[in-house]
């Protein structure tokens, strides 16, 4: 079997991926440069994270996971007829799934705001609710683009599908001569809407120039549209359960104060940026290969080769958490120290950020496992792991928040991902023994 070429999709994609980053700090540094960490500012990161949360949930790697494989296997990259007719399906059931789930979230927007921002002014609060209602048709535009964009990451485009996601930052911060005291959430919220909006019609037009019909088509009742909806449907929910421990801390933190939320959330932006590139470089590269590669190796030699792996990843977020503790004050300072984020807001953002970055040696190898656990038969353990994680967060922010304030949030959220990280290597070691895994792992590519 020849070798599949690794190298130029992986400079390509990291090089989307680091823009996208990018584009998120520089737009981050413009609302941290206009409204410090005001109301307008407050209200903005509170709606973005929940926003953010639910394209983790429903797109990315829940529609990757559930496309990319069946895609691929009725021959998506040399179009034949049966792969053409499952993109189409696939489009409309992310239709049927997500229309009902954002009207019930608009729907339930009040009592989500009163969750998320109990700490916040009435007037925040509403705020907080508003903008959300504005970002939710960006979450259905993400999803619907990410069926687009596993179909080029199957064909062997993942560079291009990669600078993709640049087009929504960068049209928010194109607002930025509009953004007024009292307008720029919903300013930013609307440029936000455009950049998904261009997303999903730039995707939509190269896949019409490649030859694919990109219109939403009936679903018929096929086993492969019932597997994408059933493994779709279950990522989902697994994304959702592992979403919730952020969640947890978004709302344990909103309690205190809103001064309190908006030093928590500029001090994750970087660390879950860098989870996110990591993420991406898996769901783009590493994770359609390993579906293209049928080396038959056994269990024992799959296991010997992913817990190499694991261990790499766990040096590489070592390295990573060393990096970000020792240069955080100098980052703060660089990147928000303007405007009117002070010099009172430095030291707690830069404080916070040291103790969030501790979560990274052991989010790397929790996600490869997640990727790798999420492609097999055993998807039930990410949910009961994600909700056991949950429990925990919760539990230690009852006891820790009252304690160390912020902190205790933050130390709470760390200890979570370290259990789940720690509970999903111990489910795919028994997945792989069990030869629970039908896709092959080849050394050609290193995790």
């Known amino acids: 079997m020849p070798k599949t070429g690794i190298v130029l999709p992986l400079v390509l994609s990291s090089l989307g991926s680091v823009s996208y980053g990018i584009a998120l700090f520089l737009a981050d540094i413009l609302i941290a440069y206009r409204y410090g960490t005001g109301s307008q500012a407050v209200i903005l990161q509170s709606a973005i994270i929940v926003s953010t949360l639910l394209i983790g949930m429903w797109s990315g790697g829940a529609i990757i996971g559930a496309f990319v494989p069946m895609f691929v296997r009725l021959g998506g990259d040399t179009k034949e007829a049966d792969a053409l007719a499952f993109m189409r399906s696939s489009l409309s059931v992310v239709l049927l799934v997500m229309l009902p789930l954002l009207a019930v979230t608009a729907l339930a927007t009040p009592h989500i705001t009163a969750f998320l921002a109990s700490g916040f002014t009435p007037q925040e609060r509403a705020g907080v609710g508003d903008t959300l209602l504005l970002l939710l048709p960006m979450v259905l535009m993400h999803c619907l ?57 730039v995707l939509a037009f190269k896949l019409k120039n490649l030859g694919f019909s990109v219109l939403p088509a009936r679903p018929y009742a096929t086993q492969e549209n019932a597997d994408f909806t059933r493994i779709y449907l279950v990522s989902s929910l697994a994304y959702a359960a592992l979403a919730g421990v952020l969640i947890v801390s978004q709302a344990t933190v ?79 300072e660089l990147l928000y120290f303007r405007g009117d984020f002070s010099a009172a807001d430095v030291a707690p953002v830069s404080h916070l950020q040291k103790l969030f970055a ?54 709470a959220y760390v200890a979570a991902i370290a259990l789940w990280s720690a509970l999903l290597t111990v489910a795919l070691r028994w997945t792989v023994l069990n030869s629970k895994i039908p896709m092959k792992i080849s050394d050609e590519i290193e995790l």
């Open 358 to 411: 501790l979560q990274i040696p052991f989010y790397f190898p929790g996600m490869l496992c997640w990727r790798l656990l999420n492609n097999s038969t055993s998807t039930t353990p990410l949910v009961i792991i994600s909700t056991l994680a949950i429990l925990m967060n919760a539990a230690l922010s009852w006891y820790l928040v009252p304690i160390y304030q912020v902190e205790g949030g933050v130390m």
């Open 254 to 332: 909103a309690r205190l104060s809103s001064t309190d939320f908006a030093h928590f959330s500029y001090a994750i932006k970087l660390v879950l940026l860098g989870t996110a590139f990591y993420t991406s470089i898996l769901n783009s590269v590493v994770f359609p290969k390993l579906t293209k590669i049928l080396l038959h190796l056994k269990p024992e030699e799959q296991w010997q080769l992913i817990a190499r792996s694991l261990a790499g990843s766990f040096v590489l977020g070592s390295v990573a958490t060393a990096f970000l503790y020792l240069s955080s004050e100098l980052i703060v």
């Open 145 to 201: 683009a990410y069926v687009y964009y596993s179909v080029m990451i199957s064909i062997g485009r993942p560079g291009f599908a990669n600078f993709m996601p640049l087009l929504i930052p960068v049209a928010a911060m194109a607002s930025f001569p509009l953004w007024g005291a009292s307008n720029g959430s919903t300013v930013i919220a609307l440029g936000y809407n455009f950049g998904a909006f261009c997303m999903l019609v």
